[in-house]
């Protein structure tokens, strides 16, 4: 029960987390940026907190599977 | 053409092979591969329907990132799986429900008015996404012919790809999806074939990703530059107009709701799911599904605009154009194939779903409300209900066909797709009220799915209408009877959104004010509480019997059944089970998959024989929560011969499991019993030697207080003190001697010597006691008896012992003991016999007894003090023969004994 | 002038006993068994009653119960004298009604003492 609970509160940070990170302002900061190679930093920041948020969720479900 | 051709073949092929996938997996009954999590994971992706496949880029093209909320949504919804997804799993195996009109119906008091209105509002949003999908494959087909979408649409039905295409979907949902008339047991051969169609999408969006970005281009460094040669890529993404800014947000929220309540996704992750344990690792596998498939969007967006312009009319097929214009044949027929199973996966789920809940929660409660089929209704009801899901499928992909036919090629893929989103997240706030809050009433739930279910037709259906001139287009412009604050795409004003978030928020807030308003204000049922607290409790419920994390691994029932007929005995197992599942109102043999009750219930019957921890130990064999359990692992060991020894080998070490419980436990009473016997001696024993010590020490302590004390006195303490030591020290001998006999120590010196010799012995030691109470000793010996071949001491024990034992209890004066010793066969008989009381029945197994008055606490035996003829009895047993009493009470007692004749010389 | 009954079943230890009581003055009754200790009660009110377990007729539990049912001897003290020493046997002494646990072998200065004790114990 108690890792139970516990992996519930990781879920609920990341998720948290991926709200705010996948929102306003903090898409206003990326919004209508390039690198000098002409990459728009938008793009490459969203995939990048969707590839490490997913990242952070694989992680958290193997650890609950290992606590038991 | 060449394309055509073979996307023709390669169409049906691909078809021919889920059929047989499909088939095969419906034949072999448990097909182990699907119950593995990645299945799980890949099946939850029919979320990507052919709108993804080629609807993605066509957004992209015009909107930049816009297309990513959809994605990004679910991906943020994932993360709710272990709060709400297993929920949802617990409530529909926990109480047989089929559908996400089915639950909805059934928490809100089992009402039909809900099932009803939640069916009907799926099949009025979802019947044109269905009718998309077929769109979408039979525009990629006239793609491949080189038509114009135009052509496409207008050509007579018999020769419109759409309509075959439906044609055969039918066919697949009819033999997939309705095979069983139990909606929870799932349908394996349908999943098998989303599982590859989802693979399949997959594959092939990377493969053509790869292909132009790489092959086509170099890189997607070198796309970039090409693309913003031709446009400017700022607006493709930046953020900072605000229908974006909210668009974003919405369609997100739009996006992971609808994650729970498409009828499609309630179908894969409720009903088909084979484990709850699975949705833990769902929650990252399906993201990750969601991110690969949108890797390449925007690289192939920017190739499109790059080789077709910025606004090409047909920029949701970019992905199949791109690698036509290459001339990459395969990957062109790849694609195709790709978004003809998005189309194929989608199609067959989301009317397997969407016919399920027409038949049983609108069709059969209407036909059953109305009296029909009558008396028949009790055998053949399974049947009607899988005829009228058959039937419904059948509407359901015809009406998806009309609409195609004349509706559907007005609008691009993802506005249809959108709008069936907000169609169906009219039942969030009632599935998410109904799983957490028991206000939630049935009144409510009406009230809120119906209101929003009003502002959707208000605000994105009736525009639409009235924008192709099917209705009166005037008011639209002005607002019905010039009431501007009621125009369609700005009701009450709200100005400055995009329809569909301007249409989100309207309907979701009259939904929610109607919802929790009715429930905070109008009564619940009986029957609505019962079932809200049912639902919203579900975890009290299931904990009651058993801690949820415990065994929330799955079993089969099967197997459960069978540890407890190997541990138990198939009739005891039989019976136990048979009474539980009446207790709970359980149907053990409808679900292949052992209730947590029963794993509990399981575990506490095998405890009861086995002990706690290795009842544990056996059920975790049964039962894990690992993506293997031992039934896959068993699975698939079964396709090879192997398993077949392992099975005997499996049976053998349970049978002798089973051998070692019942001799331990046989083990485990003995040793009990020895443990009270020798318990009770030792009691016994305490108890007889503090006797005598409590008078030697009250006697020396009052010799020693009182030094006046009268000389009679003195003398009569000090002989008492005397008699009890003595007695003291007797009875250390003979508990001394009986534990030599008992360990087996005592050992027997033979020697030869005959009988009158011996009773010779026994008179002189027994002539003073004989004497003083006037007893008579007859002694009758046979004649020529053969020497006795013996430990003489021990017999001259045993004899004094029996004597004397008959001396206490004859009476004085006229007591008359009569010893006789015979040759009986090959053994002597030696009698001692008296005119005692005798003994009465029930004493006379017991007086051989160590202390036998350990039967009868408390009371003493009538008989002198304890250990002696338990004694006798071990020297009789030594010598190889026997010591018995016979005797009738009142008739006097008599001791006989048997020893063998081991010299058979016959003496003068 | 007080009067105990003394119930025991062994004579050497009835000696003891009862030259321990009359010595401090008691009048002294003697029963060899359950049948002998009823007998007496029916003519005689002891202040008194010292009873053993084990006895050849009658186990001193139910001779205790059998005193304590009858409403004449409300004020007479019951002390077991047993050699049985086991936590269950002393709580079965006292849950049929003694009023003390006495075991054997015992001191005869400590029981003396406690016996009086008991004696001058009120009734509870």
């Known amino acids: 029960m108690k890792f139970h609970r516990l992996y519930l509160q990781r879920l609920t940070a990341i998720m948290a987390l991926a709200i705010l ?46 606590d038991g | 053409m060449v394309e055509a051709g073979w996307g023709i073949a390669l169409a049906l092929g691909y078809w021919v092979l889920l059929f047989v996938l499909a088939l095969r997996v419906e034949r072999k009954g448990k097909a182990q591969w699907l119950r593995s999590p990645y299945v799980y994971a890949l099946s939850l992706a029919v979320y990507c329907s052919a709108w993804t496949f080629y609807g993605s880029i066509g957004r992209a093209s015009s909107f930049g990132l816009s297309y990513l909320p959809v994605y990004l949504g679910p991906t943020i919804g994932a993360m709710l799986f272990p709060l709400l997804l297993r929920r949802m799993i617990l409530l529909c195996k926990h109480y047989q429900i089929g559908s996400l009109a089915d639950l909805l119906s059934s928490r809100y008091g089992k009402s039909v008015a809900v099932g009803s209105v939640v069916t009907l509002i799926s099949l009025i949003g979802i019947v044109p996404y269905i009718s998309l999908q077929l769109k979408a494959v ?60 989802s693979a399949i999408k997959l594959l092939a969006f990377l493969i053509v990703g790869i292909a132009v970005t790489f092959w086509l281009y170099e890189g997607p460094g070198d796309i970039l530059q090409q693309a913003s040669a031709r446009l400017d890529l700022r607006q493709l993404f930046d953020f900072s107009s605000t229908i974006r800014r909210d668009d974003w947000i919405w369609i997100s929220f739009l996006s992971m709701g609808a994650l729970f309540v498409l009828p499609r996704q309630f179908q894969v992750a409720v009903i088909e799911n084979t484990q709850v344990a699975h949705v833990d690792k769902a929650l990252w596998l399906f993201p990750l599904y969601l991110l690969l498939i949108n890797l390449f969007v925007t690289p192939l967006t920017l190739a499109g605009i790059d080789h077709f312009g910025g606004n090409n009319f047909s920029s949701d097929y970019f992905i199949l154009e791109l690698p036509m ?97 907000v169609s169906v997240i009219q039942f969030l706030p009632t599935l998410i009220g109904g799983l957490f809050w028991k206000q939630a009433s049935r009144k409510g739930a009406l009230a809120g799915m119906l209101a929003g279910f009003a ?43 995009s329809t569909i978030t301007h249409s989100v928020i309207w309907s979701l807030f009259w939904n929610c004010l109607c919802f929790v308003g009715f429930s905070l204000f109008s009564g619940q049922s009986i029957e609505e509480r019962n079932q809200a607290k049912l639902f919203v409790d579900v975890q009290d419920y299931l904990q009651q019997q058993i801690n949820p994390n415990e065994w929330q691994g799955n079993a089969y029932t099967a197997d459960v059944r069978n540890l407890l007929h190997n541990f138990m005995g198939v009739a005891q197992a039989e019976q136990a089970l048979k009474g539980f599942a009446k207790k709970h109102a359980l149907d053990l043999e409808a679900n292949p998959i052992a209730d947590p009750r029963l794993l509990a219930f399981a575990e506490r019957l095998l405890a009861g024989t086995l002990g706690s921890a290795s009842a544990r130990i056996l059920l975790q064999s049964v039962a894990r929560e690992e993506e293997f359990g031992l039934t896959e692992i068993m699975g698939i060991l079964k396709e090879s011969q192997q398993v077949i020894a392992l099975n005997k080998e499996l049976l053998k070490k349970s049978t002798e499991l089973r051998k070692t419980r019942d001799e331990l436990s046989i083990i485990n009473q003995r040793l009990q019993k020895q443990d009270e016997v020798r318990n ?103 004649a020529n008896l053969p020497p006795l071949i013996a430990d003489t001491d021990k017999i001259i024990q045993l004899l004094i012992n029996l004597l004397g034992n008959a001396l206490k209890f004859v009476p004085e004066n006229s007591g008359v003991i009569k010893l006789k010793v015979f040759l009986q066969q090959d053994f002597f008989e030696i009698r001692v ?28 035996k009538p008989i002198g003090s304890g250990l002696g003829l338990a004694i006798c009895q071990r020297i009789v047993q030594l010598h190889g023969g026997k010591l018995f009493v016979e005797s009738e009470p009142g008739q006097g007692a008599c001791f006989c004994f048997t020893l063998p004749v081991l010299e058979t010389v016959i003496v003068q | 002038m007080r009067k105990v009954l003394i119930a025991d079943d062994e004579p050497n230890i009835v000696l003891s006993l009862e030259f321990l009581f009359r010595k401090q003055g008691f009048t002294v009754l003697i029963a060899r068994n359950g049948a002998e200790v009823r007998e007496i009660l029916k003519t005689e009110t002891p202040d008194l009653i010292v009873l053993d377990i084990m006895m050849p007729d009658e186990d ?65």
């Not at chain 2, 036998?852 to 606490?857: A, D, F, G, L, R």
């Not at chain 3, 002390?79 to 002393?90: G, P, W």
């Open chain 1, 21 to 66: 990170l996948f929102n306003f302002p903090m898409l206003g900061i990326v919004s209508d940026k390039f690198l000098d190679n002409g990459w728009p930093v938008s793009l490459l920041y969203l995939f990048a907190v969707w590839a490490l948020l997913i990242l952070a969720l694989a992680l958290i479900s193997r650890k609950r599977r290992a």
């Open chain 2, 138 to 197: 039979s525009e990629s087909f006239g793609l491949l012919m080189l038509e114009s979408p135009f052509e496409t649409a207008t050509k007579p039905v018999f020769e419109d790809t759409a309509f075959y295409v439906a044609l055969v979907l039918l066919a697949f949902t009819w033999l997939f999806g309705t095979r069983r008339g139990n909606m929870l047991e799932g349908n394996p051969g349908l999943v098998s074939a989303v599982v590859v169609d």
């Open chain 2, 325 to 421: 214009s290459a001339g990459y044949s395969g990957v062109v027929l790849l694609v195709f194939l790709g978004g003809f199973a998005a189309a194929t996966g989608m199609v067959i789920v989301e009317t397997t779903a969407l016919g399920n809940m027409a038949a049983n929660n609108l069709v059969l409660p209407l036909l059953l409300k109305a009296g029909w089929p009558g008396s028949e209704r009790d055998h053949n009801l399974s049947r009607w209900a899988l005829n009228i899901r058959r039937l419904a499928i059948g509407f359901i992909i015809i009406a998806a066909y009309l609409y195609y036919r004349n509706i559907s090629h007005w609008s691009s893929l993802v506005s249809i797709g959108l709008i069936s989103f």
């Open chain 2, 455 to 497: 502002i959707w037709t208000y605000t994105l259906i009736l525009p639409s209408l009235a924008s192709r001139g099917i209705i009166d287009a005037q008011w639209i412009e002005t607002g019905p009877w010039n009431l501007t604050w009621l125009k369609p795409d700005a009701l009450f004003g709200l100005e400055g959104y």
């Open chain 2, 680 to 782: 009770d001696f030792l009691s016994t024993v305490t108890h007889e030697i503090r006797t005598p010590i409590t008078s030697i020490r009250a006697l020396s302590e009052i010799l020693f207080d009182n030094p006046d004390l009268e000389e009679a006195d003195r003398q009569q303490y000090l002989q008492v003190i005397v008699r009890d030591t003595e007695r003291l020290s007797r009875l250390i001998t003979q508990v001394l001697d009986l534990e030599r006999y008992d360990s087996g120590r005592q050992k027997l010196t033979l020697s030869r010597t005959y009988w009158s010799d011996i009773i010779e012995d026994c008179r002189a030691s027994l002539k003073g006691l004989q004497e003083g109470k006037h007893v008579t000793l007859e002694v009758m010996i046979s």
């Open chain 2, 833 to 860: 016999e008296d005119n005692g009381p005798g003994i009465e029945p029930e004493y006379q197994q017991l007086i051989f007894e160590k202390f036998y008055q350990t039967v009868n606490q408390g009371l003493k």
């Open chain 3, 60 to 124: 001193g539990y139910s001779l205790c119960r059998f005193i304590r049912s009858s409403a004449l001897y409300q004020g007479v003290k019951i002390a077991f004298l047993s050699a049985k020493s086991k936590e269950t046997d002393i709580r079965k002494g006292l849950d049929n009604g003694a009023d003390a646990y006495f075991m054997k072998p015992f001191s005869t200065r400590t029981l003396l003492t406690k016996m009086l004790e008991l004696l001058e114990k009120p009734q509870s």
